[in-house]
């Protein structure tokens, strides 16, 4: 078993049953925690939901003791209800962590702007220079982190759509990507179709 740090996986190798009931026990125990100012680790009333894909027999824990009151295990299906990130909204995310993510911005109907405010971007700052992105910091309201961003921008009737397609293929090598819009372009216009287009791409998580 491990588990990937500010991401909401665990890897299971071996009895997937008895991982679930540690699982449980585990979540009970934060439950009941409390921190230096007496406030609950976890939200109290917590409850679990387990959701399997097919091929997944939960039916030990299903039918087990469980340390939490309430625990629902649902029937094992094909497409799961959740896509990677879905669960996780990108506040919640300490700032410049290892989800990549990127915000959409459409100053006219012509142009896409692209932010890219989360991710391992340090690692990836030679890739970022060598495509001509440059960057900053900001500093969010409210955080205690220092945020460092990759601003681009392209106008996707003149060939921007392929500066584009650089960075999330070559610069960002593939990898899933969280993309919050920042407003909606018309369906009609060069930006509309451009995000559309990118709808279909797996690349991208729609948060």
Known sequence: MGYVAYRPVFY????????MTLFDEFLAFLSSEKTATAE????????????PHTGVDLEEFKNG???????????????LPHEVFSVNPPNS????RHALQTT??????DIVKVAITGGPLYRMRDRFE???IGGGHIDPEGTPYRRFVRVTEANVTEG?????????KEVLKGAKTMVVLDGEPDADSPAGSYI????SDPQFVWV
């Not at 003791?65 to 299906?77: C, G, I, K, M």
């Not at 995310?93 to 410049?96: D, K, Q, Y």
Request: hydrophobic share 40%; glycine share 10%; charged share 25%.
């Open 12 to 19: 299971v190798v071996g009895d997937v049953n008895n991982f």
């Open 40 to 51: 609950g680790l976890f939200p109290s009333g917590l409850q679990l939901v387990v959701e």
């Open 65 to 79: 003791e469980h340390s939490l009151e309430e625990v629902e295990v649902r029937d094992p299906a094909d497409k």
């Open 93 to 96: 995310l300490p700032e410049g």
């Open 104 to 109: 959409l911005s459409f100053p006219n109907p």
């Open 130 to 132: 060598n495509a001509g």
């Open 160 to 168: 921007g759509d392929t500066e584009l397609t650089n960075v999330w």
């Open 196 to 199: 559309a287009n990118m709808r």
